[in-house]
């Protein structure tokens, strides 16, 4: 513990980043077992404190929360919490665990990380350099207007990778941790940093496809969790969920080296809406 001189202030510890905010994906089950326990009052009593618990706008609660109902058997819901402080994110999980629904809530997974500008964003000079090396002519009018393009865009991208907003519109959503291999022959990290910022572009290529169509955060789990990265998608329809995954997987940075975790996806919804879902006439 840091102590400090006789006289001095104490020292104030930090949990904010200096860039960037925490993010949580959290995923639950309902036991039906124990809901089948309960008075309905109890349930209604629970239904009500889960709502207010996940009330994106009600005071002290974090910068971001969405609420999704997940298809499969891996999770009835799922959160996506994101703030600059890691105990505002994580004080979501506590206050749903210990409402009055909480006994009959399963935690089935869960993922941390924080946002970040990835190493292989280009800045200005290196997105011009790499028109470069696609056809464009230096000075050329096509040129030069790309350039000023990005270089416009480049900081609102940034700020959306750092604090990003929820995509209105894109209903469909799809989180799935992953990492880079470290086998011999195939170690990512053991790589040029030129040839992995080349392969990077490939796969930025591919995404920027569906642009219109997905829209995609990566957020690092290292030092955080068992995996290097969390990808979420949001998708105007399901079907460009399965497009752009099975597309990006021919890039070269995902099939010589990807590793996937498990996937789930879900649907935004609010947290009354997903309640109606999951419990029914329970509710």
């Not at 799935?176 to 170690?187: D, F, T």
């Amino acid at each position: 513990m840091n102590r400090p001189q006789h006289g001095q202030p104490p020292i104030e510890p930090s949990l904010e980043p200096d860039e960037g905010w925490h993010c949580s994906h959290l995923y639950y089950r309902f036991d039906r077992g124990v809901l089948a326990s309960l008075a309905s009052s109890q349930i209604k009593d629970g239904r009500e404190a889960l709502v207010a618990a996940l009330n994106a706008d009600a005071d002290g609660a974090p910068q971001r929360l969405q609420t999704s109902f997940v298809s499969g058997n891996k999770a009835d819901f799922g959160l996506m919490v994101m703030d600059s402080n890691p105990l505002s994110v994580e004080g979501v999980n506590q206050k749903l665990l210990s409402s009055k629904i909480g006994p009959a809530l399963i935690p089935t997974y869960s993922f941390v990380s924080m946002t970040e500008i990835s190493e292989y964003v280009p800045d200005v000079n290196e997105y011009a350099k790499r028109l470069i090396q696609d056809g464009e002519s230096p000075g050329s009018p096509a040129y030069s207007a790309k350039v000023k393009a990005y270089e416009s865009r480049l900081p609102a991208m940034n700020k959306q990778r750092l604090t990003p907003e929820f995509p209105p519109g894109y209903p469909a959503t799809c989180f799935y941790p992953m990492g880079k291999k470290r086998k011999v022959g195939e170690n990512w990290f053991s790589l040029a940093f030129s040839a992995r910022n080349r392969m990077m572009a490939e796969h930025a290529r591919s995404g920027m496809e569906f642009a219109g169509k997905v829209s995609q955060l990566i957020s690092v789990g290292v030092g955080f969790d068992d995996w290097e990265w969390g990808v979420t998608l949001w998708a105007r329809n399901p079907q460009f969920l399965k497009e752009i995954v099975y597309r990006m997987r021919f890039d070269e940075a995902s099939a010589r080296y990807g590793e996937f975790g498990e996937f789930y996806t879900s649907y935004v919804m609010s947290a009354s809406e997903m309640l109606d879902r999951c419990l029914g006439e329970m509710s």
